[in-house]
């Protein structure tokens, strides 16, 4: 006797195929291990009105990337450099005068446009009080605000207008001290706390449409030539599809209303991949006081 077969109907079969699925995709959910985060580093260097927008950020980036992200920040680039050096960050927002005395262990990633373009200029400023001043040769003797020793806007520059003069800022100033962010370059010499300082001219010039009555206190004496933006780096022990896609997302900020949102807090038109080239004069600067300094 054949045995007899039953016709399972097919709305029947549809609702026990559904409950298979309910309760095995939860399972193959827990079988797969939490995503670490992505650690990226940042330095007070940056915008200092970093709080809101670094959550929203890191939102941002954490829905692109499908991982979670944490924003790790020190108080001076050497930390950050520190970090990288141990593997203890897979990317940083450095300048581009650390990048280059790092660039074996990183891997550039992206470079940021400022007024359309991946450069930008160190300031030298006085207070706005200040009619006098004309050039660095008039300061001194006088009191003078450096943002961090590893920055090339901040620090470098200034250095190096020095050096080309064969003089050193410990015995042309009258006092030299760190602030260890441009924004605070820019309040100690709003306030008088020093008679000239150094500073990131894309900082300056962002906070001169976010702050005005704050840089309305200094008055630009010079720029510097263009640099190379300060740039997106990742170590050399990152994984090459994380920096791959990590580098996509940052691209195409500039191409969602929500990324492009974000640039605009941050005064920026978005990010390209840039080349070494572009620090080519922070190197030739870098060389040439490191020979003199000898």
Known sequence: MKPQLFAVPIG???????????????????????LAPIRIGLTPVFLDYQATFIIEW????????????????????RAIINLLQNEQLDFAWLCGYPYI??????????????????????YLIVPNSDKQTQSLADLRWKNFAFSDPDSNSGHLY??????MQ??????????????????????????????????????????????PELTS????????????????????ATPKQQITTMQQVLLGMAHDKEGERLLGILNLNGFIPGNDHLYDEIETMSRFVEKQNK
Do not use: C, M
């Open 217 to 236: 206190r200094t008055r630009i004496v010079n720029k510097s030539q263009k640099f190379g933006q300060p740039p997106f780096v990742a170590t050399r």
């Open 12 to 34: 029947l079969l549809r609702v026990l195929l559904a409950l298979a699925l309910a309760f095995a995709l939860p399972l193959q959910a827990a079988e797969q291990p939490d």
């Open 58 to 77: 890191r939102n941002y980036l954490q829905r692109r990337l499908g991982q979670p992200v944490t924003f790790v920040q020190r108080g001076s680039y």
């Open 101 to 122: 005395q790092n660039r074996k262990s990183l891997r550039l990633v992206a470079v940021p446009l400022y007024q359309e373009e991946p450069f930008y200029q160190s």
């Open 158 to 163: 200034i250095q190096y207008l020095l050096a």
């Open 166 to 211: 064969d003089e050193k800022s410990s015995s042309f100033f009258g006092k030299t001290f760190f602030t260890w962010s441009h924004r605070k370059v820019i309040e100690a010499v709003a306030a008088g706390l020093a008679q000239g300082g150094a500073v990131d001219g894309y900082i300056w010039d962002t906070l001169a449409l976010s702050h």
